[in-house]
């Protein structure tokens, strides 16, 4: 929780806060995201508006998850930007009365969020901008090459690594039984050709 009470709902004051927070649980997506309990560094401003608290702020995130060409593991920082209005009660109440129902609707249908007791809650806000600004196919490297299709080797370690024969694995099958019909084959010897009339044993 953050308090905004010294800002004493004066238009225009203006507060700014430097915080080490822990990361909640499941912050990040399946690839990559924020251990839990990890130091968050916050560089919020707190600014005193007619409606609420106008909070803008930095996050600077440590980041780990694996790589989507090759599967290593992936560890680097991460930075989100938000802002948010956190609203007063009263301000909210007045704001119902005095829009039309239109207006009224289209709010609530948009997530808001309240100042309660002056004090506010980052973490939903926090959560919605980290999670947006992850990427959604992290890499080890830009120019990642991956693995071998044929084995699961992991190229960057040998960038010369090749298979005399790629075989493409949709197509094995089908090699493994062009190999029994060829000469030698063995289904070679089941086939046999047809009999014709000079094979044919004659009669005495």
Do not use: N
């Amino acid at each position: 929780m953050f308090d905004t009470r010294e800002l004493g709902r004066r238009p225009g004051a203006l507060k700014r806060v430097s915080r080490t927070v822990d990361a909640p649980a499941s912050l990040g997506i399946e690839v990559i995201g924020v251990p839990e309990g990890a130091p968050v560094e916050l560089e919020l401003r707190l600014e005193s508006v007619m409606e609420g608290v106008l909070v803008t702020g930095t996050a600077e995130v440590p980041l780990e998850g694996e790589c989507v060409r090759c599967l290593e593991p992936v560890s680097r920082t991460g930075e989100a930007d938000f802002q948010e209005l956190f609203s007063y009660p009263d301000a909210e109440s007045r704001y119902r009365r005095a829009a039309p129902a239109d207006d009224v609707e289209e709010s609530e249908e948009s997530e808001t969020y309240v100042l309660e007791a002056d004090l506010f809650d980052l973490e939903p806000v926090l959560r919605d901008a980290v999670v947006l600004s992850l990427p959604l196919q992290p890499v080890c490297r830009e120019d990642c090459p991956g693995l071998c299709p044929a084995c699961g080797f992991r190229l960057a370690d040998d960038p010369e690594h090749h298979h005399d024969e790629a075989v493409d694995i949709r197509w094995a099958a089908l090699q493994e039984l062009a190999g029994t019909m060829r000469p030698g084959g063995r289904d070679a010897d089941q086939e046999k050709p047809p009999r014709t009339r000079g094979d044919e044993p004659q009669e005495k």
